[in-house]
């Protein structure tokens, strides 16, 4: 997914820069040189180090950076995570593009080792969603991994994850499962094959089907869901889905599930603070 980020950057500058810096060009000469620092502002966990990295290499291989930090390291104020020297027109061409991307990943990053750690002792991981920013994705689930979570599906091409609105339109469970595994066949695809399910009558009838991998448990309650996994028995894995909070995730966990699934990580979550100054 490289050729992902690469256009990603390209455009993050094409819309900042546009046709030049002209602050920067107007006062800035272009053989000035210098060092800024990235320092950190609040506690949490810092993410986007190594994409900072690919940033600065895209706009100016010349730039040096001494890392002080990692992606994934436990930050408080005042921690400095690296310093850059070079061209000061770079310096500052790159400074809010590369602030953007890791206090976004560094906030989901924090979220996720929250959520992660609150599971301390249990089997169950955190799993994150495809509710992510357009055209962010892939740094946004990289921040996930960051901080502890697991990656769901990337997009629609990963993996076969049969919903609701799938299984009504295809006329009920029996039929969904069947043509999704014809679909795979036909392909020659070897994808894995997750299927939601709202109730136990519905569960019933997956189990009678079989030929999936996962079952999400959808909008169950933590009661409903240790009866699911009881009656599913170790035969499929099992995540657990909707409306599941920081305060509820461990009764879910100690239900026996695989996985939750968490779209908080992603779609609603501030930027750690920090700033890059000059040194």
Avoid: W
């Avoid at 309650?221 to 035969?235: D, H, M, N, S």
């Amino acid at each position: 997914m490289s050729n992902l980020i690469d256009e990603l950057i390209k455009l993050a500058f094409a819309e900042d820069i546009g046709d030049g810096d002209h602050t920067t060009l107007s006062c800035i000469p272009a053989t000035a040189m210098g060092k800024s620092k990235l320092i950190v502002k609040e506690a949490g966990v810092i993410a986007g180090i190594d994409m900072a990295l690919v940033i600065f290499n895209h706009f100016d291989p010349t730039l040096k950076v001494e890392l002080l930090l990692k992606d994934g390291d436990e930050v408080k104020p005042g921690d400095v995570a690296f310093v850059v020297e070079g061209k000061v027109q770079s310096l500052l061409q790159t400074e809010r593009l590369m602030l953007n991307v890791m206090q976004r990943m560094s906030g989901i990053a924090t979220v996720t080792r929250r959520y992660v750690k609150q599971l301390d002792g249990l089997h169950t991981r955190v799993l994150d969603t495809r509710k992510t920013t357009p055209g962010l994705r892939m740094i946004e689930k990289a921040a996930v991994n960051i901080g502890g979570g697991v990656n769901h599906r990337i997009g629609l091409f990963d993996m076969i994850l049969l919903k609701d609105n799938h299984v009504d339109f295809a006329g009920g469970i029996e039929n969904a499962i069947h043509r999704a595994k014809e679909y795979l066949k036909a392909k020659g695809k070897d994808l894995k094959i997750e299927i939601e399910v709202r109730s136990m009558e519905e569960l019933e009838r997956v189990l009678a089907v079989g030929g999936v991998d996962r079952i999400m448990l959808d909008n169950f309650t933590p009661e409903l869901t240790r009866k699911a996994v009881e009656r599913i028995g170790g035969k499929y894995e099992t995540e657990s889905s909707g409306g599941i909070t920081f305060d509820t995730l461990r009764d879910y966990a100690e239900c026996g599930v695989d996985y939750i699934s968490v779209g908080a990580l992603t779609h609603s979550v501030s930027g750690l603070d920090m700033s890059f100054k000059a040194c």
